[in-house]
């Protein structure tokens, strides 16, 4: 199944390795799409997304369609503070996986 067809708790069974694999290709996918990257072409998971091009704007985009996929509300200082693809996937693997209060502000009703 797509990552943009999966819901979080479908995302939350997952073995851990799995759930970043599918994180990896959801966050790759959305990011070369923003990017107006094609298939082919190499995105980088440890270069800043902004020394890639990536605006405030499309990032704030990014954000919400992130948050509509996977069901839970990120942290706008997470975007600007995990500002590689490898690290927000780091980040969002815990906050999916780990829906206890400390990743507050990460899981809705948490915060």
Request: hydrophobic share 45%.
């Amino acid at each position: 199944m797509s990552p943009l067809h999966m819901t979080l708790q479908q995302f939350r069974e997952l073995p851990r390795a799995e759930l970043a694999e599918e994180m990896e290709q959801l966050l790759v996918a959305k990011f070369r799409e923003s990017l107006l990257m094609d298939e082919t072409e190499d995105l980088p998971l440890d270069v800043s997304y902004f020394d890639l091009g990536l605006t405030s704007l499309k990032l704030t985009e990014m954000r919400q369609t992130l948050e509509d996929v996977l069901a839970v509300s990120i942290n706008a200082n997470v975007l600007f503070n995990e500002p590689t693809v490898s690290r927000l996937i780091d980040h969002l693997v815990d906050a999916v996986s780990d829906p206890s209060p400390r990743t507050a502000g990460a899981i809705p009703g948490t915060a």
